[in-house]
Antibody, heavy 113, light 112 residues
């Protein structure tokens, strides 16, 4: 059974960094398209970053230069390093596999002073 | 970026009746490999999204056959036949043909 468990969210001040983790089971992260999708409170879905099996990464313009997606094959885990966080980054962050076939439960990131 | 436009944004339906959601893209979603990467997701209140349909018309495992997808190019439709109470939620289309992957605004389905 595929499972995705995100951790690392919290309440942080603007300008601070945070790293989200997504622990996967039931499949191999490094063999899959993996995505981070966020949802601001009461809003729709935005795909912020994707990594493909070959390791190529993609970023939405809204996070380019600030966020970095990566994976650790030994831990079968996906990461999102988020730097220079802004109030507009406040959202629930989901990891998803295979074009959205499976999603985690999400982790809330709140950026506020 | 490819803009995905859904309509309607709100859809009150009667139990047992059918519902239809339209999704239009600002450019063709046909990929260079010949596939069309248009998918549909359901997000029930307080839950993570779940995929219903992938590549236009393929139902994900465990999805009732009341849900069906159709369309081509830039024009796509999600049909829900015999709406049940558990179908309440927000439905999103998403394209993954072009980067960045983009979602429609969402259509809120509620029971009349």
């Amino acid at each position: 059974e595929v499972q995705l468990v995100e951790t690392g969210g919290g309440l942080i001040q603007p300008g601070v960094s945070l790293r989200l983790s997504c622990a996967a089971s039931g499949f191999t992260v490094s063999d899959s398209y993996m995505a981070w999708v966020r949802q601001a409170p009461g809003k729709g879905l935005e795909c912020v970053s994707v990594i493909n099996p070959g390791g190529t990464t993609y970023y939405a313009d809204s996070v380019k230069g600030r966020f970095t997606i990566s994976r650790d094959s030994s831990k079968n885990t996906l990461y999102l390093q988020m730097n220079s966080l802004r109030a507009e980054d406040t959202a629930v962050y989901y990891c998803a596999v295979g074009g959205g076939r499976n999603w985690g439960q999400g982790t809330l990131v709140t950026v506020s002073s | 970026d490819v803009v995905m436009t859904q309509s309607p944004l709100s859809l009150p339906v009667t139990l047992g009746q059918s519902a239809s959601i339209s999704c239009r893209s600002s450019q063709s979603l046909v990929s260079s490999d010949g596939n069309t990467y248009l998918h549909w997701f359901q997000q029930r209140p307080g839950q993570s999204p779940g995929r219903l349909i992938y590549k236009v018309s393929n139902r994900d495992s465990g999805v009732p056959d009341r849900f069906s997808g159709s369309g081509s190019g830039t024009d796509f439709t999600l049909e829900i036949s015999r709406v049940e109470a558990e179908d309440v939620g927000v439905y999103y289309c998403m394209q993954s043909t072009h980067w960045p992957w983009t979602f429609g605004q969402g259509t809120k389905v509620e029971i009349k």
